[in-house]
């Protein structure tokens, strides 16, 4: 900085800077780190590596029973970057979820939406505001803004996923509100289609002439299965000149984001093949579904499998290489930035 002395040998000075102190004020000179030339994330280039995830949560299923806070037998990444916070970045919430054989995640809903994506294994069924979605490998199931939700698992098997929430951003913004709800007494996993899949699924290019009533502020579709997702990207990797397919999941009444506040998209790399490095204002959670390779973010590398979380902070540039084919699942702040004017890309 190039003006004066803050303390020492000017006493009305020191004086001054005590009454501020005193007062609650800070004057804007003495401040750093605020209006930067570009973004400076807290956020760090992560991974956390599937094999440790799926022991850790293992073991919280051993150790922990799933009514023992809120409800949810969840481990949230914690960003080395933000001083302890359970958050994956400074906007989004990213974390596996164990539901054991036969166990119960009961009903409840809060302003922080919610997505599912699920990395292995079938049978846990998710009911939405009464509406039950079946959930499977590869499969991506929302749990918007306010909706009522409860997770059974009426397998033998146990079953893990990954959720990602805005619950940073809400919080952030003061506006999380919570309740518990009555839980479902009847089993409903039979209905193997859920309403919302009947009713806003038909097909690509397709949607309902007669809506009856307004359509909420998020997708009408509450799941997107994968034998649809893979079949979309395998058509538009044989067209592609660059070994990189890459979809984006829409409300297909309106064509716009699944979520108010996510945006989530698939991108296919075909063996051998890597995409074009890219950044974005606004951060990043990703998972591997499939395939092997690297993630470069901003300075570091990481090598990637199936299940693999990783991060990538805010104005950081990233690129995928495949070493096998290989399917990436992404759930960005997208649609927050866009909407107050801060959406930022390049190359
Ligand atoms: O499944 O309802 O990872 O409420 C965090 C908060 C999952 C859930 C999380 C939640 C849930
Ligand atoms: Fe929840």
Redesign the pocket.
Known sequence: MSTTKFSADEPALDRFYADLAEADLQPLWTQHGLLTPEPVPRTLPYRWRAAELKALGERAGALVPVDRG???R?L?CANPGLGGAPYVSSTL?A?V?YLGPHEV?PA?R?T?A?L?FVLEGEGVWTLVDGDPIAMSAGDLVL?PSWTF?E?HNPGDASMMWL?V?D?PVVHALEAVFFEIGPSATADRRTDAVSESERRFGSGPGLRPTLLDGPLPDHSPLLAYRWADTDRGLRSALEVSKTGAAELRYTDPVRGRDVLPTMRCEITRVAEGAATDSSRQTGSRVLTVLHGRGRIEIGDRLFDVEPGDIAVVPSWSPWRIHADRELDVFTTSDAPVLEALGLFRRSS
Do not use: C, S
């Open positions: 809120g409800d949810r969840v949230a919430w974390a979820q995640a409840h809060h922080p919610a599912r749990t939700h997770h959720d929430l619950l």
